[in-house]
């Protein structure tokens, strides 16, 4: 299935306005994490407004796919998109890390509705897909006549740094063993942490050829190009037998030019001016639309 | 004079039948499993020893194997649990909930999942396997996390009545068990239900001078106390309270007001333990003298549990003495 240039456009413009909202709330909020969350947002369009099975309306339907978020500290990502899904009022992201608001600094499941996880704490999330995996695997074998074509499909999104945690690699083995076919882990492979580059602090490559050696069907692509990322996930469904793993190569910041593979602006928010250049680089995305206006 | 039914014999040690406690965990199972199809079990390659085998044996569909990985396993239980599945996970309690404590905290009980946690081979009594695999710890840092519920049942029988009471209660659970055979003195009418704390003896005597609050199989040596300071005059009630979390707090406090003296008694350290939590409600809400049996502020080591038990300071003589030296603070 490929997608129609105008769908495209829409995705396209759909996570740049995604953007501009997670430079407004971390500005209102005064701290968080700005680096990760613009990285990620053409996936967490991608996933949203095309790939996911869901019903912003009903949260809690049963037969919905799952999305786990594993590393925590991206949620302003999250919170966005789910506002323009229409989870809840776009109005209401300016509350991010407030007191009594639903959007926690991490995300806390029994906060908002339509989260599936509380995370922060780093490495846990492909567990908690391997777990949510295997429940849909129990229930898919009860069910008289029913066929594997359209199981209840697991999303977990990793950064690259967690994969330092051991527990990722626990629950690497065990997918590969139960060849979880249903789920789809998507690591946000831009490259950056706390401390500084993945391969300074704790080479992860070759990257690929670990997860193929724990039984997982792997794919590498450009994290910021809608019909790769789309195109990845349609692939990883029709796999047999097997995880699937998308290697998203993403750009830290990607769409504010000062922002981007910047590793200080992993755990921090713009001030006022930067938060206005930003929002002036991503309405113009960075300069190339201008033209249109002169 | 027993205000409820126990096992015939209760004062012949030798006459009661003997099991580890963690027998009743895979008992329960199987029976949780027959009377819900959505109780699945984990194992961290210990599915022998934690008795989950016995679940793995009549459902093996529903039973997975996760290797030694407990972080892994907790946080997996998790994912099931917001399935609507409901996970019981089993390790020695020093790696669930030892090892992966942050993963309970975050991924069970902050998301409030439906998971039980049983850790068995928890306590001295381990014996010969020493310090290492000994938990002296795991119910100060179950108790500490929100959410939580912790059970530390007393026999074989009530383990298994805990099991099935964790299976039917929402929310995250953790059951405490032990590794050595010890006696099955509760029987099958003797109540059990999470959060109540039951009266197991109480002396003939016209008052009663003394409370002793217990859990897990220490609670025997507990009565055999008891037993003895009766015929010394000394009118004695015995408590069991094997939910530490939440406390019965209205028990404690009854018993505390009309005997004006407790004695805690847990294989566990005193810090963080059931004695902290008498403590916390006592000093609330009745102060009284208090003496606490228990690991004080050390590790284990190995040897016989028997051996142990007395070298910690737990045996029936222990009791006694704390009897005694907290009635002089009366």
Redesign the interface.
């Known amino acids: 299935m490929s997608l129609s240039d105008e769908r495209i456009k829409f995705l396209e413009e759909k996570a740049n306005e995604i953007r501009q909202d997670i430079i407004k709330m971390l500005l209102e909020a005064g701290s968080g994490h700005s680096a990760g969350p613009l990285g990620m947002a053409d996936i967490f369009t991608a996933l949203y407004f095309e790939v996911l099975k869901h019903d912003p309306g009903r949260p809690d339907w049963e037969e919905r796919d799952r999305l786990v978020l594993s590393n925590g500290h991206i949620c302003p990502v999250q919170y966005a998109t789910m506002a323009h899904a229409g989870y809840f009022p776009v109005e209401e992201l300016k509350t991010l890390r407030k007191f009594g608001s639903r959007l926690q600094g991490h995300p806390h499941r029994t906060a908002l509705p339509g989260l599936e996880t509380s995370s922060g704490p780093l490495g846990s999330g492909l567990s908690q897909a391997a777990g949510m995996a295997i429940a849909a695997r129990i229930d898919l074998s009860k069910e008289e006549g029913s066929s594997s074509d359209n199981p209840i499909w697991i999303y977990c999104l990793m950064g690259d740094g967690e994969l330092d945690c051991g527990q990722v690699w626990e629950a690497a083995m065990l997918a590969g063993k139960e060849k979880l076919y249903n789920i789809i882990g998507i690591i946000d492979r831009n490259n950056i942490q706390i401390d500084g580059f993945t391969e300074d602090v704790m080479p992860l490559e070759p990257l690929k050829d670990k997860f193929e050696s724990f039984g997982w069907h792997v794919l590498e692509i450009d994290g910021h190009n809608m019909e790769a990322i789309i195109g990845a996930i349609n692939e990883s469904k029709a796999v047999f037998n097997k995880p699937s793993l998308v290697i998203a190569k993403t750009i830290p910041g990607k769409g504010v030019d000062f922002m981007e593979r910047e590793f200080s602006w992993h755990g921090k928010s713009p001030n006022s001016e930067e938060a206005e250049k930003a929002l002036a680089q991503l309405r113009t995305l960075q300069g190339k639309i201008k033209s249109e206006h002169e | 004079m027993n205000n409820i039914e126990l096992a015939k014999n209760l004062f012949h040690k030798e006459k009661l039948e003997q099991a580890p406690t963690r027998n009743g965990y895979g008992e329960g199972l199987v029976r949780a499993g027959k009377d819900d199809?959505n109780i699945?079990v984990l194992c961290a390659d210990l599915s022998d020893s934690t008795r989950s085998k016995m679940f793995k044996d009549v459902f093996p569909?529903?039973f997975?194997e996760?290797?030694i990985?407990e972080?892994?396993?907790?946080?997996?239980?998790?994912?099931?649990?917001?399935?609507?599945?409901i996970?019981f996970i089993s390790s020695y309690a020093m790696f669930s909930p030892g090892r992966n404590w942050?993963?309970i905290r975050?991924?069970i009980c902050?998301?409030?999942s439906n998971v039980k946690i049983a850790g068995a081979h928890a306590g001295v009594s381990v014996g010969p396997d020493g310090a290492t695999h000994q938990a002296i710890e795991d119910v100060a840092i179950t108790r500490v996390i929100p959410n939580m519920t912790v059970i530390v049942p007393c026999d074989a029988i009530e383990t298994r009545k805990a099991t099935l009471a964790a299976a039917k209660h929402k929310g995250p659970v953790y059951l405490r068990f032990a590794r050595e055979k010890t006696p099955v003195f509760t029987a099958e009418k003797t109540p059990f239900e999470i959060g109540r704390a039951e009266i197991f003896y109480k002396s003939d005597s016209k008052k009663t001078d003394i409370s002793i609050i217990a859990c897990g199989p220490l609670v025997y040596n507990a009565i055999l106390a008891a037993g003895e300071l009766e015929k010394e005059g000394v009118g004695v009630e015995v408590i069991n309270s094997h939910t530490i979390k939440p406390l019965d707090e209205k028990t404690i406090i009854a018993s505390a007001k009309n005997s004006g003296a407790v004695v805690t008694v847990e294989e566990h350290q005193i810090i963080g333990g059931l004695g902290s939590a008498v403590a916390e409600v006592l000093a609330k809400n009745h102060p009284c003298p208090v003496e606490f049996i228990g690991v004080r502020d050390r590790f284990g080591e190995s040897g016989e549990p028997e051996e142990l038990i007395e070298k910690f300071g737990m045996g029936v003589g222990s009791i006694k003495e704390a009897v005694k030296k907290v009635l002089n603070r009366k």
């Open positions: 199809e699945v569909e529903r997975v996760m290797g990985g972080q892994n396993m907790a946080s997996v239980a998790s994912g099931l649990a917001a399935m609507g599945k996970p942050e993963q975050t991924t902050y998301n409030d």
